[in-house]
Protein backbone atom coordinates (compact mmCIF):
# COMPACT_ATOMS: atom_id res chain seq x y z
CA UNK A 1 0.00 0.00 0.00
CA UNK A 2 1.59 3.01 -1.46
CA UNK A 3 0.66 6.86 0.50
CA UNK A 4 0.90 10.14 -1.14
CA UNK A 5 0.10 13.43 -0.29
CA UNK A 6 -2.48 15.50 -2.43
CA UNK A 7 -0.78 18.67 -2.82
CA UNK A 8 -2.17 22.11 -3.87
CA UNK A 9 -5.96 20.38 -4.15
CA UNK A 10 -8.71 20.84 -2.25
CA UNK A 11 -10.13 17.94 -0.69
CA UNK A 12 -13.71 16.87 -1.20
CA UNK A 13 -16.71 15.85 1.14
CA UNK A 14 -16.58 12.34 2.03
CA UNK A 15 -19.75 9.76 2.60
CA UNK A 16 -19.64 8.33 6.60
CA UNK A 17 -17.83 5.31 6.95
CA UNK A 18 -20.59 2.25 7.16
CA UNK A 19 -18.78 -0.42 7.43
CA UNK A 20 -15.90 -0.81 10.20
CA UNK A 21 -14.22 -3.99 8.71
CA UNK A 22 -10.54 -5.58 8.43
CA UNK A 23 -9.83 -3.03 5.26
CA UNK A 24 -10.87 0.09 7.28
CA UNK A 25 -8.48 -0.95 9.95
CA UNK A 26 -5.73 -2.13 7.15
CA UNK A 27 -5.90 1.33 6.01
CA UNK A 28 -6.56 3.15 8.92
CA UNK A 29 -3.32 2.09 10.43
CA UNK A 30 -1.37 2.98 7.23
CA UNK A 31 -2.24 5.79 7.37
CA UNK A 32 -1.37 6.62 11.18
CA UNK A 33 2.12 5.09 10.07
CA UNK A 34 2.81 7.65 7.67
CA UNK A 35 1.76 10.45 9.73
CA UNK A 36 4.13 9.39 12.53
CA UNK A 37 6.91 8.98 10.07
CA UNK A 38 6.05 12.30 8.11
CA UNK A 39 8.68 14.56 8.94
CA UNK A 40 8.82 17.91 7.03
CA UNK A 41 7.11 19.18 9.15
CA UNK A 42 5.95 17.02 11.55
CA UNK A 43 2.58 16.29 11.55
CA UNK A 44 -0.29 16.75 14.57
CA UNK A 45 -3.43 15.80 12.62
CA UNK A 46 -4.19 14.06 9.18
CA UNK A 47 -7.18 13.77 7.06
CA UNK A 48 -7.22 10.73 4.69
CA UNK A 49 -8.61 12.57 2.05
CA UNK A 50 -5.74 14.28 1.55
CA UNK A 51 -3.72 11.48 0.63
CA UNK A 52 -4.13 9.22 -2.38
CA UNK A 53 -3.43 5.40 -1.61
CA UNK A 54 -2.20 3.51 -4.87
CA UNK A 55 -2.66 6.72 -6.71
CA UNK A 56 -6.87 7.24 -5.40
CA UNK A 57 -7.65 9.19 -3.07
CA UNK A 58 -8.77 8.07 -0.03
CA UNK A 59 -12.12 8.03 0.31
CA UNK A 60 -13.12 6.36 3.80
CA UNK A 61 -14.01 9.54 6.27
CA UNK A 62 -11.13 9.46 9.08
CA UNK A 63 -8.75 11.15 10.42
CA UNK A 64 -5.58 10.80 12.77
CA UNK A 65 -4.53 13.30 16.10
CA UNK A 66 -1.80 13.33 17.94
CA UNK A 67 -3.51 14.47 21.20
CA UNK A 68 -0.13 14.44 23.29
CA UNK A 69 2.26 17.60 21.80
CA UNK A 70 -0.54 19.88 21.51
CA UNK A 71 0.04 21.90 24.50
CA UNK A 72 3.92 22.29 23.09
CA UNK A 73 4.70 22.53 19.93
CA UNK A 74 8.19 21.61 20.38
CA UNK A 75 6.78 18.10 21.29
CA UNK A 76 5.46 17.83 17.98
CA UNK A 77 6.37 14.64 16.84
CA UNK A 78 8.67 13.12 19.66
CA UNK A 79 5.71 11.84 22.01
CA UNK A 80 2.81 9.98 20.34
CA UNK A 81 -0.73 9.55 21.66
CA UNK A 82 -2.22 9.44 18.19
CA UNK A 83 -5.93 8.39 18.12
CA UNK A 84 -7.99 7.73 14.78
CA UNK A 85 -11.70 9.38 14.55
CA UNK A 86 -14.12 7.65 12.08
CA UNK A 87 -16.89 10.00 10.83
CA UNK A 88 -15.78 12.99 13.33
CA UNK A 89 -18.20 15.44 14.10
CA UNK A 90 -18.45 18.56 16.23
CA UNK A 91 -21.20 18.47 18.67
CA UNK A 92 -20.95 21.59 20.67
CA UNK A 93 -18.78 24.50 20.68
CA UNK A 94 -18.27 27.68 22.01
CA UNK A 95 -20.10 30.70 20.61
CA UNK A 96 -17.20 32.82 19.73
CA UNK A 97 -14.31 32.15 17.43
CA UNK A 98 -11.36 33.62 16.82
CA UNK A 99 -9.13 33.98 13.58
CA UNK A 100 -6.39 31.59 13.29
CA UNK A 101 -3.34 30.95 10.86
CA UNK A 102 -2.78 27.61 10.21
CA UNK A 103 0.16 25.16 8.63
CA UNK A 104 -1.50 22.60 6.54
CA UNK A 105 0.02 19.44 4.66
CA UNK A 106 -2.57 20.17 1.44
CA UNK A 107 -0.81 23.66 0.94
CA UNK A 108 3.28 23.54 1.36
CA UNK A 109 4.28 26.70 2.08
CA UNK A 110 1.46 28.68 2.82
CA UNK A 111 -1.25 29.25 5.67
CA UNK A 112 -4.75 28.44 6.20
CA UNK A 113 -6.38 31.46 7.65
CA UNK A 114 -9.39 30.60 9.56
CA UNK A 115 -11.90 31.06 11.79
CA UNK A 116 -11.91 28.30 15.13
CA UNK A 117 -13.79 27.65 17.90
CA UNK A 118 -11.39 27.79 21.25
CA UNK A 119 -13.36 25.18 23.11
CA UNK A 120 -15.43 22.14 21.34
CA UNK A 121 -16.94 18.42 21.45
CA UNK A 122 -16.20 16.20 19.17
CA UNK A 123 -18.02 12.81 18.67
CA UNK A 124 -16.40 9.83 16.42
CA UNK A 125 -16.41 6.28 16.70
CA UNK A 126 -13.15 4.04 16.82
CA UNK A 127 -11.72 1.27 14.46
CA UNK A 128 -13.88 -1.09 16.11
CA UNK A 129 -16.85 1.19 15.46
CA UNK A 130 -17.48 2.26 19.17
CA UNK A 131 -18.77 5.75 19.78
CA UNK A 132 -16.23 7.87 21.52
CA UNK A 133 -16.72 11.62 23.38
CA UNK A 134 -13.91 13.88 23.18
CA UNK A 135 -13.20 17.58 24.85
CA UNK A 136 -10.93 19.81 23.35
CA UNK A 137 -9.27 23.22 23.65
CA UNK A 138 -7.21 26.13 22.06
CA UNK A 139 -4.75 24.68 19.71
CA UNK A 140 -6.11 20.58 19.92
CA UNK A 141 -9.61 22.36 19.04
CA UNK A 142 -8.17 24.14 16.61
CA UNK A 143 -6.25 20.99 14.51
CA UNK A 144 -9.77 19.03 15.23
CA UNK A 145 -11.86 21.40 13.07
CA UNK A 146 -8.85 21.38 10.51
CA UNK A 147 -9.19 17.99 10.28
CA UNK A 148 -12.74 17.93 10.18
CA UNK A 149 -12.65 20.38 7.70
CA UNK A 150 -11.13 18.48 5.36
CA UNK A 151 -13.50 15.83 5.74
CA UNK A 152 -16.20 17.29 5.24
CA UNK A 153 -14.78 19.18 2.41
CA UNK A 154 -15.06 22.96 3.47
CA UNK A 155 -12.85 24.84 0.93
CA UNK A 156 -9.87 27.02 3.00
CA UNK A 157 -9.05 30.48 2.72
CA UNK A 158 -5.21 29.95 1.69
CA UNK A 159 -2.65 32.92 1.99
CA UNK A 160 0.02 33.01 -0.30
CA UNK A 161 2.91 33.45 1.97
CA UNK A 162 5.17 35.57 -0.39
CA UNK A 163 2.61 38.49 -1.18
CA UNK A 164 -0.40 38.12 1.50
CA UNK A 165 -2.74 37.24 -1.17
CA UNK A 166 -5.98 35.52 -0.08
CA UNK A 167 -7.40 32.64 -2.84
CA UNK A 168 -9.93 29.89 -1.94
CA UNK A 169 -13.59 30.05 -1.44
CA UNK A 170 -14.65 30.91 2.03
CA UNK A 171 -14.99 29.33 5.17
CA UNK A 172 -18.76 29.36 6.66
CA UNK A 173 -20.27 32.46 5.45
CA UNK A 174 -17.21 34.60 6.06
CA UNK A 175 -16.45 35.97 3.01
CA UNK A 176 -12.89 36.46 1.75
CA UNK A 177 -10.67 39.17 0.49
CA UNK A 178 -9.48 39.03 -3.17
CA UNK A 179 -6.15 40.51 -2.05
CA UNK A 180 -4.65 41.56 0.71
CA UNK A 181 -1.20 42.99 1.28
CA UNK A 182 0.75 42.29 4.36
CA UNK A 183 2.08 45.87 5.09
CA UNK A 184 6.24 45.64 6.14
CA UNK A 185 4.90 46.92 9.68
CA UNK A 186 2.25 44.54 9.73
CA UNK A 187 2.75 41.60 12.36
CA UNK A 188 4.05 38.56 10.74
CA UNK A 189 1.27 36.08 9.03
CA UNK A 190 3.33 33.28 10.68
CA UNK A 191 2.23 34.05 14.07
CA UNK A 192 5.70 34.95 15.71
CA UNK A 193 4.88 38.59 16.77
CA UNK A 194 8.04 40.19 14.63
CA UNK A 195 7.16 42.68 12.19
CA UNK A 196 6.85 41.15 8.96
CA UNK A 197 10.17 43.13 7.51
CA UNK A 198 11.96 41.61 10.34
CA UNK A 199 10.56 38.07 10.54
CA UNK A 200 13.21 35.49 9.34
CA UNK A 201 9.92 33.10 8.46
CA UNK A 202 10.06 31.38 5.20
CA UNK A 203 8.24 33.88 2.28
CA UNK A 204 8.66 31.30 -0.76
Same mark, same amino acid.
Given at each position: ????????????????????????????????????????????????????????????????? !?? !??????????????????? !????????????????? $??? +?????? $?????????????????????????????????????????? +????????????????????????????????? $?? $???????????????
Amino acid at each position: MELQPIFNQQTNLLDLVEKFDDDLAQLTDEVLEFAKKFNNPPLVGIAANQLACNGERISKKFCCI !NL !NPLTDPTLRGHIDKWIIAV !NPKISSKSKESKEKHEG $CLT +WPSKTI $CADRNDYIEVEYYNVQGELQKHYALGFEASVWQHEINHLDGV +WEVVINSKNGKLFGPSIGNNPIKKEKKIGRNDP $CF $CGSGLKYKKCNCNKD
